[in-house]
């Protein structure tokens, strides 16, 4: 767990994708998608699901979670 870093909701002025990029590393790609982002998860039980939830509806994203084949898929729109 990341529980000495600083959640990324906090400043608000970082590029949204930059925090979603940084809070993901590894654990999934973030693409930029029709305006918003597309993540690709890889490893769904590393991955940061809360901080990447967080930031994006604290954001006022509209958010859906699809799967394509084996993949979960997090698109989100602003």
């Known amino acids: 767990m990341h529980h000495d ?4 909701v906090v400043n608000p002025t970082m590029d949204v994708g930059e925090i979603i990029a ?3 590393g590894d654990t999934g ?3 930029d998608f029709i305006g918003g982002y597309r993540i690709r998860v890889f490893h769904a039980r590393a991955f940061p699901w809360h901080d990447v939830f967080k930031t994006l ?3 006022d994203f509209k ?5 394509n084949k084996a993949d979960l898929l997090i698109e989100a729109q602003p």
Do not use: G, Q
Request: net charge positive; hydrophobic share 55%; aromatic share 6%.
């Open 57 to 59: 509806l604290f954001r």
């Open 22 to 24: 940084a809070a993901v």
């Open 5 to 8: 870093k600083v959640p990324p």
């Open 63 to 67: 958010v859906n979670v699809t799967r």
């Open 29 to 31: 790609a973030v693409e």
